[in-house]
């Protein structure tokens, strides 16, 4: 037998793991018909706006965001997307603890979802770097002493502009959109995780 | 800006006190209201609730 190219079992493991009718599904079981299943979608609603903002905000540059009074809007627009961001995302991740949302072979899926997190932190940090403001100088000169006493300050100068700046608009963005399209596609594969005690006649099987 | 909102922000956090817990006000405010938002998400219904009898 003749061995397959890697495309080929590319493409067989992907129609086995996430066919079309998963990818893009047209009915949900009726238990997501709750406001608490709205969070991730938020969530996600948010980080559109985030990046959408941060495009302009990066192709104009500081000296129009700093001067002019729609720079000064976009770039309100990109802070509070921020907030709402954060806000949506702790009140999903709230939502998931409580149900318990790692059940049903979904343990990947809540561990993406946490380092999601854990590096939506760092990504809003270098943000509040980059401000080129004294609000971002006194946070650089703070964050750095705590940086030096964890050895890592030769590798992650929160005093270097260039480094931060290209973290923030390069760097973590880019991570961030991948493992969040990787959570997203692992919902996909495995349902939306039900109740505790849903009727299992009610539920899908995650496989 | 103006009003309350510039005499608010123009000023130093007000921090609430008791023992080893610190907060400010602020965060307290965004902390209860993050709480409230996710108690209603549980509790109030969501609207439009299709059901496989309105669908036929």
Redesign the interface.
């Given at each position: 037998m003749s061995q397959k190219m890697w495309t080929a079992r590319a493409r067989e493991s992907w129609q086995k793991n996430l066919p079309i009718e998963k990818l893009i599904p047209d009915t949900q079981p009726s238990y997501v018909a709750s406001w608490i299943y709205v969070f991730g979608v938020l969530t996600i609603a948010a980080l559109s706006m985030i990046v959408l903002s941060g495009l302009i905000l990066a192709f104009a540059g500081p000296a129009w965001y700093h001067t002019s009074s729609f720079g000064h809007w976009v770039n309100s627009l990109h802070f509070w997307s921020v907030q709402l961001f954060f806000a949506f995302m702790v009140i999903h991740l709230w939502g998931k603890f409580w149900m318990a949302a790692w059940r049903g072979n979904r343990f990947k899926t809540w561990v993406s979802g946490a380092v999601v997190f854990v590096l939506s932190i760092a990504t809003a940090f270098t943000g509040y770097l980059i401000q080129t403001n004294f609000d971002s100088q006194w946070i650089a000169f703070e964050a750095k002493d705590g940086f030096n006493s964890a050895g890592i300050g030769a590798f992650f100068n929160v005093t270097n502009l260039g480094q931060m700046l290209l973290l923030h608009v390069a760097f973590l963005p880019a991570v961030l959109g991948l493992l969040t399209l990787i959570h997203v596609l692992m919902v996909r594969k495995r349902g939306v995780v039900p109740p505790i005690d849903a009727d299992s006649s009610n539920t899908e099987a995650a496989k | 800006m103006s009003g309350w909102i510039s005499n608010f922000m123009n000023h130093p956090a007000t921090y609430l006190k008791a023992g080893w817990i610190q907060i400010s006000v602020s965060n307290l405010i965004?902390i209860l209201l993050?709480l409230s938002?996710?108690v209603?998400?549980?509790l109030?219904p969501?609207p439009n609730?299709?059901?496989d009898e309105d669908a036929k």
């Amino acid at each position: 037998m003749s061995q397959k190219m890697w495309t080929a079992r590319a493409r067989e493991s992907w129609q086995k793991n996430l066919p079309i009718e998963k990818l893009i599904p047209d009915t949900q079981p009726s238990y997501v018909a709750s406001w608490i299943y709205v969070f991730g979608v938020l969530t996600i609603a948010a980080l559109s706006m985030i990046v959408l903002s941060g495009l302009i905000l990066a192709f104009a540059g500081p000296a129009w965001y700093h001067t002019s009074s729609f720079g000064h809007w976009v770039n309100s627009l990109h802070f509070w997307s921020v907030q709402l961001f954060f806000a949506f995302m702790v009140i999903h991740l709230w939502g998931k603890f409580w149900m318990a949302a790692w059940r049903g072979n979904r343990f990947k899926t809540w561990v993406s979802g946490a380092v999601v997190f854990v590096l939506s932190i760092a990504t809003a940090f270098t943000g509040y770097l980059i401000q080129t403001n004294f609000d971002s100088q006194w946070i650089a000169f703070e964050a750095k002493d705590g940086f030096n006493s964890a050895g890592i300050g030769a590798f992650f100068n929160v005093t270097n502009l260039g480094q931060m700046l290209l973290l923030h608009v390069a760097f973590l963005p880019a991570v961030l959109g991948l493992l969040t399209l990787i959570h997203v596609l692992m919902v996909r594969k495995r349902g939306v995780v039900p109740p505790i005690d849903a009727d299992s006649s009610n539920t899908e099987a995650a496989k | 800006m103006s009003g309350w909102i510039s005499n608010f922000m123009n000023h130093p956090a007000t921090y609430l006190k008791a023992g080893w817990i610190q907060i400010s006000v602020s965060n307290l405010i965004v902390i209860l209201l993050m709480l409230s938002i996710f108690v209603l998400a549980i509790l109030l219904p969501f609207p439009n609730k299709h059901s496989d009898e309105d669908a036929k």
